[in-house]
């Protein structure tokens, strides 16, 4: 049975071996320069984005109305960090849903479908205990990135 650190372990080298040195960077301008993560980190053509929560980068709170308007906020953000790295919400592959409450699921569900424009990427929704400043849910997502 693999354990969750064999997975990330091969994860890691998979990344490792896709080339290091093809790794860059990036950071929304928008996002508070005390924060210690990247927005994104690109390597090939793979973009890595980090978890979001539903907070607008000016004043650094969650919307207000619970996991439906953080849903949407979470992917207004991820759009701000896809364009910046000449992306957009088409390319994002796979998703990663963590949910504080599961009977919230047919409304993240609601403004996920909302938010994402066709076709939908893959996606993982896992219940879980205590996000970030009290978030309804956090997402994580990969995209790929379109060559021309």
Same mark, same amino acid.
Request: hydrophobic share 45%.
């Given at each position: #049975? ?9 994860? =890691?080298?998979?990344?490792?071996? =896709? ?5 860059? /960077?990036?950071?929304? $301008?928008?996002? $508070? ?13 793979? +973009? /890595?984005?980090?978890?979001?929560? !539903?907070?607008?980068?000016?004043? #650094?709170? *969650?919307?207000?109305?619970?996991? @439906? ?14 364009? @910046? *790295? !000449?992306?957009? *919400? *088409? ?8 949910? &504080?409450? #599961?009977?919230?699921?047919?409304? #993240?569900?609601?403004?996920?479908? &909302?938010?994402? $424009?066709?076709?939908? $990427?893959?996606?993982?929704?896992? @219940?879980?205990? @205590?996000?970030?400043? !009290? =978030? =309804?849910?956090?997402? &994580?997502?990969?995209? +790929?990135?379109?060559?021309?």
């Amino acid at each position: #049975m693999k354990t969750a650190f064999s997975v990330l372990f091969a994860f =890691a080298l998979t990344v490792d071996a =896709a080339g290091a040195g093809d790794r860059t /960077h990036y950071r929304n $301008p928008d996002l $508070p320069a005390s924060f210690p993560f990247s927005s994104a980190v690109v390597v090939g053509d793979t +973009i /890595h984005l980090s978890g979001e929560i !539903g907070v607008t980068y000016e004043t #650094m709170t *969650l919307v207000e109305g619970g996991v @439906g308007p953080e849903t949407r906020q979470i992917f207004k953000n991820y759009q701000t960090t896809l364009e @910046g *790295l !000449g992306s957009s *919400l *088409l390319d994002i592959v796979k998703c990663t849903v963590f949910l &504080e409450d #599961m009977s919230q699921y047919a409304a #993240m569900n609601a403004a996920y479908a &909302e938010a994402l $424009p066709d076709p939908k $990427p893959a996606r993982s929704t896992f @219940g879980v205990d @205590g996000l970030a400043l !009290g =978030a =309804a849910l956090e997402i &994580e997502c990969l995209a +790929i990135k379109k060559t021309k």
